[in-house]
């Protein structure tokens, strides 16, 4: 027994002294290496290697201007700069890049044998110039290894060719920049202050990154990665995890991406921001109408099928309205992208909705543009919304729907039906050729509602109608929704009520006054109200005048007619009005004959001289 163990004890102190003789070797000529690598390595072979290695990545003539620095500890690593790369040998051929400060890494053994592969870089200052043509392409002028790489991978292999799968690392990238000039204006891009890395070991393995950058002075941060960066060069189907951060908004998606045609989407995803207009703002986006915008939130998930791309789960917060439902955006082959569904919210604002739709007053010269504009012009619409609250300017709603229609040909939006005041409203506003911006037509329906009510919410205070009844107000505007003045409106109103009464106004007391004084206005004669068993309105409405035909209030024991012009933009009056007193339910056949003039909500009555006398 104990034989055995003393013969395992020295067969192990072998062991350990062949590991120490190994070990001692290894740093040993690791030392050597050290100390003559700088005498079997030439700087002048690194630099000429590292100028081939980057014409090679970018396929464009590059050029170092600064001493190369060569260093071998603690690892080997060369440091170049003012390092350019240039469309051609021509000094004044288009800059396609520029390093301050270039620094790689290389393998000590490969490079004793003349055979340099660098990774692991670390670039100071680098600057990228591109061009974006006016059909929306970039040129990035990259037609060097990468791009050949990305080739290969648009043939649908799974292997990428060995002679391709270029060696890159941990890239650190220090205070970049990135400028994309506009080909057909002098408008030029750029993204500043750019700080992170970007891991890939090599071309065929999977990316990741986190970089900080600034735009239009604001800084964001981007996460990005995905297991097959080539595949989604190559505009092929590849996973993808991507968030963007900044002190206006932020976004993420998670999921799987194809960039080419029809762009695949499948995942979720969200943005999120507390500033809408200083977001689209910092952007470049100069929409009007989004003022009231101030928040939004979106999350969904997304399915591509075929080409159409579909938002499922969708959770929409808009400020304090909040929705939910499913949408589609169908790129047909043919024709313009078309976005349809349905949304629920918990409570709209349709005034806000046609804010939005109709262009403001704007300084010559500005570019900016309504979402109605926008939207027509890049995609066709089709969108069913409903809400169990919504408010239409001063009126609330209660479990209203809407249509909303936009294509080439027409525009549409139509509060398919709401509930007001006991009643119901409906309405349109509708425009040839898809252009609510240019012109309109307006048609609001009233059935069975609180007309005192409805009056009181815009704001009257005289001559009120206390009943149900029902109105029809159909309006052409010659101009857009946010410019039309009352001059720019054409069409008619028709309003009808039964069993009620006028308040606000005292028809004996304008019988006394007509006897007595030469005119007096509504204050004198304002404490009463007129009962009636009928109310018609029936008014045409042009270049600024609305003009009343026949209207007229049908009581037990009176009945009044009226007529004339009611001038829209000063709220003036021209008004003649017969008073009849009736007998048995008969009009009498001398009728009290009044001219109302003045301006609402003060008008002023004057009796006809020569009846005043008769009476």
Known sequence: MFQSLI?????????????????????????????????????????NSMESAVEEWFGHEATIEG??????????????????????????????AHVDGLTASFELFPALRGKLVFEDFDLTRPRLFAIRHASGNIDWSMDGLLNDAVENTKTGTTTLDSALDAKIGEVTIRDGSVEISETDSARKTSVTAIHG???????????????????????????????????????????????????LFSGQFSGDINVANYALLSGSFGINSQKVPDALDWLGIRVTGLDRLQQLSLKARLITTGNALRFEQVSLQANEAFATGILDLLEPESGRPRLSGTLAFDKLNFSAIISALAPKPRAAGGDDVTPGALLGDILDLDLRLSSAEAQLGPLPLAN?????????????????????????????????????????????????????????????????????????????????LGMAGA??????????????????????????LATTSAYFGLKDARDGSIAFNRLDVAATIGNGVAELGETRLDGQND??????????????????????????????????MMFIGGAWPVPVFWPMTDQQHQQ
């Open 7 to 47: 013969h395992s004890l020295k067969t192990r102190k072998r062991y350990r002294r062949a590991a120490m003789v190994i070990a001692g070797g290894v740093v040993a000529l690791g030392l050597v290496s050290q100390v003559a690598a700088p005498y079997l390595i030439s700087t002048t072979l690194v630099r």
């Open 67 to 96: 001493d190369p620095e060569l260093h071998f500890w603690p690892h080997p690593h060369i440091i170049l700069n003012d390092v350019s790369i240039r469309e051609s040998e021509d000094p004044a051929s288009r800059l396609i």
């Open 197 to 247: 890395t970007v891991e890939w070991p090599e071309l065929s393995a999977a990316l990741s990154s986190q970089l900080s950058a600034t735009m239009n002075g604001k800084s964001f941060v981007l996460s990005f990665s995905t297991s097959q960066p080539l595949a989604l060069m190559a505009g092929r189907n590849t996973d993808v995890e991507a968030t963007l951060s900044s002190a």
């Open 400 to 480: 209203a729907a809407v249509s909303m229609i936009n294509t080439r040909q027409m525009a549409r939006i139509d509060l398919v039906d709401a509930g007001i005041d006991g009643g119901r409203l409906t309405g349109q506003i509708s425009a040839p050729e898809g252009r609510i911006n240019d012109s309109a037509d307006l048609r609001l329906s009233l059935r069975d509602v609180d007309l005192a009510s409805v009056a009181r919410r815009f704001g009257a205070q005289a001559i009120i109608p206390e009943a149900n009844g029902s109105a029809e107000l159909n309006l052409h505007l010659d101009k857009p």
């Open 487 to 512: 001059g720019d409106l054409s069409g008619s109103l028709r309003l009808t009520a039964r069993d009620g009464r006028l308040s606000g106004i005292d028809l004996s007391a304008i019988r006394r």
């Open 559 to 592: 009945l009044i007619v009226l007529s004339g012009l009611v001038p829209l933009e000063t709220q003036g009056l021209a008004l003649s009005a017969n008073i009849y007193a009736k007998t048995d339910g008969t009009p009498s056949n001398d009728p009290l």
